[in-house]
């Protein structure tokens, strides 16, 4: 067995760092697991991702009276629906691998405009999710949670000119101060069955937060604006049960997912692309914004490392600038990307031993 972790990144915080030397990583102990949002990065965990929910996670169900709360936005949102279309460890493996290839053989054309790409992004939903929303949505041991965001103000109405001033303002102050963005912008939490887990206690940050019950009527409308991104996708309007306005992309405001996870009694096990957490989109181009503090008192933050990332092309996750760097070279973008898939199998093989030996959970790092 490996006595040291070269692929991952493994962070935690004070209590569960404590809880991890006491006990072990163990299924039964996870409340939470967060999906940030960041486009194709999320294939870089691929096999990471199939084996903690077709494999690992299952084994601590038994001895759970909750189910787990995923908490996704934009492609985490995505990966998460695709977890909870699975009812077996080999459904959910099969789901996630459907996502994954659907997702990867997105194909454009040089010239593409919002039309097209929000056209291309429902068909992608509805080829996967369609049918099977009561399903998904009523899982007895996983529960869904999507962030989107609504347009207030001048952002309330899509409109040419308009939007792209209204962002331009946003994130001007945003830049001034994180708190600011509340006057563009609106969370929606978006949750299947009753409101439960950390968004049902009340508010907990200066953004006002809408709770709307996902059903098989607002479900693919509320995935879809989770991944609307600004500009690039048209945002989403009249989605049910929800009020008027328009939905964007929750990684505006909730990019890394930082939230108040020490209202849950138990630990969050947060598999993420990068070993920090970014509060929000508009926060990337700002060093010093990044998340600290009590709310990651309970959180496990599991990464890729700088030696696993330095053996992907390109050194890098697939991210969406390849959709332009490989343009003209789709088989070329396809290729790295299904290579970045398989080769987080590595990081599935470090979890396997992380969960099997203390001596690793001694290297884990305070968050």
Not at 287 to 292: D, L, M, N, V
Request: aromatic letters at 10%.
């Amino acid at each position: 067995m490996t006595a040291t972790l070269k692929s991952l990144i493994v962070q935690a915080g004070p209590r569960a760092l404590k809880h991890l030397r006491e006990h072990g990583l163990r299924p039964q102990d996870i409340d939470i697991v967060p999906g940030a949002a960041g486009g194709p990065k999320g294939l870089g965990l691929a096999r990471l991702d199939e084996h903690i929910f077709a494999d690992w996670l299952p084994k601590g169900f038994a001895q759970r009276t909750q189910p787990i709360d995923l908490i996704g936005s934009s492609i985490g949102a995505w990966r998460f629906a695709a977890v909870c279309r699975g009812h077996t460890p080999e459904e959910t493996r099969s789901t996630l691998r459907a996502f994954a290839k659907a997702y990867s053989e997105q194909n454009y054309p040089r010239k593409v405009d919002a039309d097209f790409i929000t056209a291309y992004a429902r068909d992608l939903i509805d080829n996967l999710f369609k049918g099977f929303e009561t399903e998904l949505l009523s899982h007895p041991n996983y529960r869904l949670n999507v962030l989107v965001v609504r347009g207030k103000g001048i952002l309330r109405h899509e409109a040419r000119g308009r939007s792209h001033a209204g962002f331009m303002m946003a994130a001007f102050a945003n830049a001034v101060g994180r708190p600011h963005l509340r006057h563009f912008l609106d969370r929606t939490w978006f949750h299947a069955g009753p409101a439960g887990g950390i968004a049902s206690q009340g508010n907990w940050d200066r953004f006002h937060t809408d709770h709307i019950a996902l059903s098989p009527d607002n479900f693919g409308d509320a995935l879809i604006a989770s991944g609307s991104i600004p500009l690039v996708l048209r945002g989403v309007t009249q989605i049910a049960g929800a009020p008027g306005g328009t939905y964007w992309d929750g990684g505006i405001i909730d990019y890394h997912l930082h939230l108040p996870y020490p209202r849950s009694s138990g630990l969050v096990l947060y598999p993420h692309f990068t070993d920090c957490i970014v509060p929000g989109w508009l926060d990337k181009a700002l060093p010093w914004r990044k998340a600290s503090g009590a709310w990651l008192d309970n959180v496990i933050l599991v990464s890729p490392s700088r030696d696993y990332l330095d053996r992907l092309p390109m050194k890098k996750l697939p991210d969406r600038n390849d959709f332009k760097r490989y343009v003209d070279d789709y088989d070329a973008r396809l290729k790295y990307w299904r290579f970045a898939m398989d080769e987080s199998e590595r990081l599935a093989e470090e979890f396997r031993a992380l969960c099997e030996s203390p001596a690793l959970i001694e290297k884990i790092r305070t968050l």
